[in-house]
């Protein structure tokens, strides 16, 4: 059995997990970062279109390319790589357990990232009848197919779910000379981003079907056929809005859940995202062990991945080199609730009457949110009792559409700790609406 | 060649058959429609092992499951075949009455099986902390047990090869020519020629039986339907019947013998006994049956959904023995549930049949009752994995994260006596892709395991039969390499 220590072990090497990796070595700590994969990346190697690091390189970077940037970077590091290294295990006492082709090799680190990215939900999860066949997949696993191995699965294509993945696979599938006869959306609303629904599908001319789910799946071998129907708004099936579809592949696109069983082995709690519940610190309820990226909440940006995985890694290296960060736990960590149209916010605590050295070391916090539907012409506001700490318009949110924004050292330590605080949405008034129009 | 036996399926019922005869000198082959064991109504079921009070007292079904459970432990243990006794609780709710479970209760005495009344909320609730406050009195049964029904039959299958008998998949019988003396058994690819016919064909035994001249009976299908959820630890502790309706034996809950916990089946006669498909209404009808007994099950728990047929007989009990129309014609038909609790008995009383109809049956002196331990990643302690790995790498390399499986277990299960040919084959054989992300991130590598190993292509590998295909040719980037490779010359790429 191999045996290691270091100061900072970071799980998972997706974008996440090398951004902490990165930042954690600025600290000034040993860094290993532990991959199941035989090579860094995480889900971006798979994803061959542009459109990553927007924000962060000011360029539209395809995937792979954006993830070579930080491969590139954590090459001019000390940082130590295990690849084709799953880990199994993992307990309170920061001891991981992994395996790899040599054999069970076990780490103590003194403080640890979770960067785990998520995994697909599947037929399974969301319950549609009919036969058993091939040509079902989950838009992930089709894109791997296309993208990585080189082979098409399928030749006409029914998508279930307006996600990112499944209207990015209608074009490449497109391009590949395949027909995809419809995207289907349960919703009222696209689930991804409007972006995507302009490039992958209008521009294609393919068909997005909303407020319809699919109702049965024929074909006792291979897909011969889709049926969807219209939902009311309990998404009940319609009678006699049923509308087929002859096919032979159908891709799931139908949400995400973060990758969470080490972090429940180790004891950590987790949220409504069904990520590890977290403070501004983004520290979960085991004292030194963070996350980040898809396995804390479901990104749609990369660029915002990055941001919170460099925040991670360094107060994971803080916490590594001695540093004691205020815990979830303490009775002066507030909740921060969801209120009314908010579908999740995080943190979920937040720590006051932090230190002010230590605080301003910090920096301001990041707080992220997710609108529960499609909302125009809204404050994003939050409230501490009566007391206002933050308070935004926006022309237009989406639940597709991730809200981050900061609030300062200074409003966190104003904080009652008898009050939660709530974050929710308040629509414009119509009198300040109709002004601004005049205006 | 001439067998002295043909078996016809390879469920539960033929596999445990073909075990039971290669104690003897036989020669005998095992012929299967589908691409492996255990791929009709032996994969899709509850997986019990009923204690054996249910069944009307006389028929073959009381007697064969009463005769069989206790021979569960023995075999279980030798063929490595994970089996767990939790015990049942039939459970009558406020205002069924208390009728049905003395019935039962009664059976269960005069058939010397371990039986008790318990009508104490507490002590109930103690043995089944989540089960409905509105239940009234339970009758429980220490002696039902859960199992994997296709590693049954997939252990029966390879102890029947390792002790000589043949096995040959996706070959259909589709006539049977009786030549007197033997019968020619007709498949698309070749006939085999066979002594004795043994019918164990499930669905379909009265297709069978008439091919060879017996029209006695009729099966007709019954589908039920299962939702199955995710690990749960013990928040299902035993198998909980409801009390029964004429049809079925109503909607259960129970956990699996790996930890699962499914709901279901519910019962509904149809036509078609290809139709294994699931419907809206009947998984509804499949949650609300199960919320009767476990209220506040976690649906959201949910990872796939699944249907099986009843084999139901004209006669509605097993038909077991020499047809009276065609000799040496052996049925093992109409093997509806219990049939999995059954299928030792029912191999025994075939092999007695085969003795009473004449045919002289002469032990083997060199019978190996077991068959190489299967190594379960999962299960071992971190120190057997660790040297594992170190002795062939392949067991250090995760293929299924849901379910720990790895490259080392998937190679196994393709090298086995009557092994994995394709990607259910090697599912079934070590739970790769039967996790909570169902084959989203293993399916792609364990095609290529397979590719590897059976030296072919990639797209020539199948879900199951050979009409389940995964791909449609290549990608446009990937043609021209590929194509380029072959006649040695450089394609740049577009
Ligand atoms: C299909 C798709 C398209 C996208 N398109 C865009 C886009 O156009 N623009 C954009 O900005 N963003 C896009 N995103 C979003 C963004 O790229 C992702 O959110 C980001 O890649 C998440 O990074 P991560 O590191 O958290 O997770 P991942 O990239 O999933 O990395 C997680 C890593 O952890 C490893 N791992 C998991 N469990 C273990 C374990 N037990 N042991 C060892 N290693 C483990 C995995 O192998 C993996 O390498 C897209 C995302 C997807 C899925
Ligand atoms: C919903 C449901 C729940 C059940 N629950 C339980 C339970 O909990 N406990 C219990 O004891 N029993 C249960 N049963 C019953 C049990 O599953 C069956 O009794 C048992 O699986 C029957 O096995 P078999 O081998 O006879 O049939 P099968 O498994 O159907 O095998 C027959 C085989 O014959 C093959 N075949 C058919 N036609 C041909 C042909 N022309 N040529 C070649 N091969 C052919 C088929 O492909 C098949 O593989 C349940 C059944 C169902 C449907």
């Known amino acids: 059995m191999m045996q290691?220590?270091?100061?900072?072990?970071?799980?998972?090497?997706?974008?996440?997990?090398?951004?902490?990796?990165?930042?954690?070595?600025?600290?000034?700590?040993?860094?290993?970062?532990?991959?199941?994969?035989?090579?860094?990346?995480?889900?971006?190697?798979?994803?061959?279109?542009?459109?990553?690091?927007?924000?962060?390189?000011?360029?539209?970077?395809?995937?792979?390319?954006?993830?070579?940037?930080?491969?590139?970077?954590?090459?001019?590091?000390?940082?130590?790589?295990?690849?084709?290294?799953?880990?199994?295990?993992?307990?309170?006492?920061?001891?991981?357990?992994?395996?790899?082709?040599?054999?069970?090799?076990?780490?103590?680190?003194?403080?640890?990232?979770?960067?785990?990215?998520?995994?697909?939900?599947?037929?399974?999860?969301?319950?549609?009848?009919?036969?058993?066949?091939?040509?079902?997949?989950?838009?992930?696993?089709?894109?791997?197919?296309?993208?990585?191995?080189?082979?098409?699965?399928?030749?006409?294509?029914?998508?279930?779910?307006?996600?990112?993945?499944?209207?990015?696979?209608?074009?490449?599938?497109?391009?590949?000379?395949?027909?995809?006869?419809?995207?289907?959306?349960?919703?009222?609303?696209?689930?991804?981003?409007?972006?995507?629904?302009?490039?992958?599908?209008?521009?294609?001319?393919?068909?997005?079907?909303?407020?319809?789910?699919?109702?049965?799946?024929?074909?006792?071998?291979?897909?011969?056929?889709?049926?969807?129907?219209?939902?009311?708004?309990?998404?009940?099936?319609?009678?006699?809005?049923?509308?087929?579809?002859?096919?032979?592949?159908?891709?799931?696109?139908?949400?995400?859940?973060?990758?969470?069983?080490?972090?429940?082995?180790?004891?950590?709690?987790?949220?409504?995202?069904?990520?590890?519940?977290?403070?501004?610190?983004?520290?979960?309820?085991?004292?030194?062990?963070?996350?980040?990226?898809?396995?804390?909440?479901?990104?749609?940006?990369?660029?915002?991945?990055?941001?919170?995985?460099?925040?991670?890694?360094?107060?994971?290296?803080?916490?590594?080199?001695?540093?004691?960060?205020?815990?979830?736990?303490?009775?002066?960590?507030?909740?921060?609730?969801?209120?009314?149209?908010?579908?999740?916010?995080?943190?979920?605590?937040?720590?006051?009457?932090?230190?002010?050295?230590?605080?301003?070391?910090?920096?301001?916090?990041?707080?992220?949110?997710?609108?529960?539907?499609?909302?125009?012409?809204?404050?994003?506001?939050?409230?501490?009792?009566?007391?206002?700490?933050?308070?935004?318009?926006?022309?237009?949110?989406?639940?597709?559409?991730?809200?981050?924004?900061?609030?300062?050292?200074?409003?966190?330590?104003?904080?009652?700790?008898?009050?939660?605080?709530?974050?929710?949405?308040?629509?414009?008034?119509?009198?300040?609406?109709?002004?601004?129009?005049?205006? | 060649m001439l067998y002295d036996f043909a078996i016809i399926g390879a469920g539960v019922t033929g596999t445990a058959i073909a075990r039971e005869l290669s104690k003897y000198k036989v020669s005998a082959i095992v012929i299967e429609k589908l691409s492996d064991v255990a791929c009709e109504t032996s994969k899709a079921n509850s997986g019990i092992i009923h204690a054996g009070y249910d069944a009307p007292s006389g028929s073959w079904k009381a007697k064969m499951n009463v005769r069989s459970n206790p021979l569960y432990d023995d075999i279980c243990k030798e063929l490595y075949i994970p089996f767990r006794r939790l015990g049942s609780l039939v459970v009558a709710l406020a205002g069924q009455g208390t009728d049905y479970i003395e019935e039962l209760y009664q059976h269960g005495v005069e058939r010397d099986i371990p039986v008790e009344i318990i009508k104490e909320l507490s002590q109930i609730k103690k043995m089944e902390p989540n089960i409905t406050d509105d239940v009234e009195v339970v009758l429980h049964a220490p002696t039902a047990g859960v199992i994997s029904p296709f590693t049954l039959a997939i252990a029966l299958a390879e102890n029947a090869n390792i002790n000589g008998v043949e096995f040959v998949f996706n070959a259909p019988v589709q006539a049977i020519e009786n030549m007197g003396k033997f019968f020619i058994v007709d498949t698309p690819g070749k006939s085999f020629q066979a002594r004795a016919i043994i019918n164990a064909s499930g669905l379909f035994a009265d297709e069978i039986s008439r091919m060879a001249g017996d029209e006695s009976f009729k099966i007709t299908p019954r589908k039920g339907e299962y939702i199955l959820l995710d690990k749960m630890g013990d928040y299902v502790r035993k198998v909980l019947f409801p009390v029964p309706t004429k049809k079925s034996k109503g909607i259960l809950v129970s956990p699996t013998v790996d930890g699962n916990v499914f709901l279901g089946p519910n019962a509904r006669d149809q036509d078609s006994k290809l139709d294994n498909s699931t419907s809206l209404h009947g998984l509804d009808e499949v949650i609300e049956g199960g919320r009767k007994l476990i209220p506040r099950i976690p649906l959201v728990e949910s990872i796939t959904n699944f249907a099986g047929l009843r084999a139901v007989s004209s006669t509605n009990d097993f038909i077991i023995g020499e047809s009276k129309v065609t000799p040496k014609l052996f049925q093992a038909a109409g093997i509806q549930s219990p049939g999995l609790s059954s299928c030792l008995g029912i191999a025994e009383e075939v092999v007695d049949a085969v003795k009473a109809s004449g045919i002289e049956l002469k032990l083997k002196e060199n019978f190996n009752p077991t068959r190489e331990k299967p190594i379960v990643f999962a299960e071992l302690p971190w120190s057997e994995r660790d040297a594992l790995a170190q002795w062939n790498k392949q067991f250090g390399h995760i293929i299924c994260r849901c379910e720990t499986v790895t490259e080392g277990e998937i190679v196994q299960a393709i090298r086995r006596p009557v092994g994995a040919r394709t990607v259910d084959g090697v599912k079934f054989r070590t739970r790769v892709g039967m996790g909570r992300c169902q084959g989203g991130f293993c399916t792609p590598r364990v095609i290529k395991i397979l590719a590897r190993e059976l030296g072919v292509e990639e797209d020539e590998i199948v879900k199951r039969e050979p009409s389940t295909k995964y791909f449609f040719g290549e990608t446009k980037e990937f043609r021209q390499p590929r194509a380029a490779s072959v006649n040695g010359s450089e394609v740049a790429r577009p």
């Open chain 1, 4 to 439: 290691k220590e270091t100061d900072v072990a970071v799980i998972g090497g997706g974008p996440a997990g090398l951004a902490a990796a990165i930042e954690a070595n600025k600290g000034g700590c040993s860094v290993t970062i532990i991959e199941r994969d035989d090579g860094l990346g995480g889900i971006l190697q798979q994803c061959i279109h542009p459109g990553f690091g927007l924000h962060e390189f000011k360029e539209e970077l395809a995937g792979p390319e954006y993830a070579q940037r930080y491969i590139d970077m954590l090459g001019e590091t000390k940082v130590d790589v295990m690849l084709g290294t799953m880990v199994l295990d993992m307990t309170p006492k920061k001891e991981i357990l992994a395996i790899n082709e040599q054999g069970v090799v076990k780490v103590q680190a003194k403080a640890i990232v979770l960067a785990m990215g998520c995994r697909e939900r599947t037929r399974g999860a969301i319950k549609i009848p009919g036969y058993r066949p091939t040509g079902v997949y989950t838009a992930g696993t089709a894109q791997r197919f296309v993208n990585i191995e080189g082979f098409m699965p399928g030749t006409r294509y029914v998508i279930l779910g307006s996600g990112d993945i499944g209207m990015i696979m209608a074009r490449r599938l497109t391009w590949e000379g395949a027909k995809v006869e419809a995207v289907v959306e349960i919703m009222s609303y696209p689930s991804g981003l409007i972006r995507n629904k302009v490039q992958c599908l209008d521009d294609f001319g393919i068909p997005l079907y909303l407020s319809h789910t699919v109702v049965r799946v024929h074909g006792k071998d291979r897909v011969t056929g889709i049926t969807i129907a219209r939902v009311d708004e309990n998404w009940k099936m319609v009678p006699g809005t049923e509308i087929f579809f002859s096919c032979d592949t159908l891709l799931l696109s139908v949400g995400l859940i973060p990758e969470n069983e080490v972090s429940r082995k180790a004891g950590i709690r987790l949220a409504r995202t069904n990520g590890p519940e977290v403070n501004q610190f983004l520290q979960t309820n085991v004292e030194g062990v963070f996350a980040c990226g898809n396995v804390l909440q479901v990104h749609d940006l990369v660029d915002n991945v990055a941001i919170e995985a460099k925040r991670a890694g360094a107060m994971a290296a803080m916490y590594a080199t001695g540093i004691r960060l205020p815990s979830i736990n303490s009775p002066d960590a507030v909740p921060l609730v969801a209120g009314r149209g908010i579908g999740y916010v995080l943190p979920i605590k937040v720590n006051t009457g932090v230190d002010l050295a230590l605080a301003s070391r910090i920096g301001p916090v990041n707080v992220s949110l997710r609108v529960k539907r499609p909302v125009d012409d809204v404050y994003v506001r939050v409230k501490n009792g009566a007391k206002e700490v933050y308070k935004k318009f926006f022309k237009h949110l989406r639940p597709s559409e991730m809200v981050i924004f900061e609030l300062s050292a200074a409003a966190l330590n104003a904080i009652d700790k008898a009050q939660p605080i709530e974050a929710y949405l308040e629509p414009k008034p119509a009198k300040e609406l109709s002004e601004a129009k005049v205006a």
